[in-house]
Every structure is written in C-alpha cells, then in structure tokens.
C-alpha cells in the first residue's frame, strides 16, 4: 500500500487547511484498515487527527474533534482532512496513515505552514 498526500502547503489564519491521500496498492474499504491522519509540529512529537475506518465511520482526537472532518471518496480512492479555522499553531507536516492488523504504511508528509 502506498499513499501520497496533497494540497496547498501555505494556508492562510482561520482559514480551513484542507489536505487529500491518494491511496494505491489496495483500497480503503479492504476490512480491518485504519486511515488516519498525524501530524507532527515543529519541535513536538506525532499528534494524531483522527482516523475513518474501511467501514466509513471516523474518529477523532479529543483536543481537535471540533475543528476536524476526515471523509472518503471510495471512487477515487482517496480520503480527505479539513481543519477549520487554522492558527499557526496548526502548522506543521501531515501525514497519511493506514494501519492494518499486520502493518502500518506512511505517506512522505506534506509541510504545511499557517501564515498570513
């Protein structure tokens, strides 16, 4: 499985950051696989997003549940992350994750920084 993320890499304060994985290799109804979102800041460790599971159903970290929608497209094989009204608090590299009962696989990252 491979994965690749995309979208703007400059987003502007209180803007909505929204970023795509394109997914290849297998698809993202397989059973028992997890798509998630992580991010990492600069000087921080990986904070996970939120994840949508093969079934379609998501799941969000607590501190950003209010701010965060992760959605599929089962055609194009893709899912999608919007962050809501961005700060540059939110800047940093986002990644795509699947996470299976056998392994995990790791898109390269995308560096996206919220400035004015």
């Known amino acids: 499985v491979q994965l690749q993320e995309s979208g703007p890499g400059l987003v502007k304060p209180s803007q909505t950051l929204s970023l795509t994985c394109t997914v290849s290799g297998g698809s993202i109804t397989t059973n028992y696989y997890y798509w998630s979102w992580i991010r990492q800041a600069p000087g921080k460790g990986l904070e996970w997003m939120g994840a949508?599971?093969?079934?379609?159903?998501?799941n969000y970290s607590p501190s950003l549940k209010s701010r965060t929608s992760i959605s599929r497209d089962t055609s194009k094989n893709q899912f999608t992350l919007q962050l809501s009204s961005v700060t540059p608090e939110d800047t940093a590299v986002y990644y795509c994750?699947?996470?299976?009962?056998?392994?995990?696989?790791w898109g390269q990252g995308t560096q996206v920084t919220v400035s004015s």
């Open positions: 949508i599971a093969y079934s379609g159903t998501t």
């Open positions: 994750n699947a996470e299976s009962p056998m392994r995990g696989f």
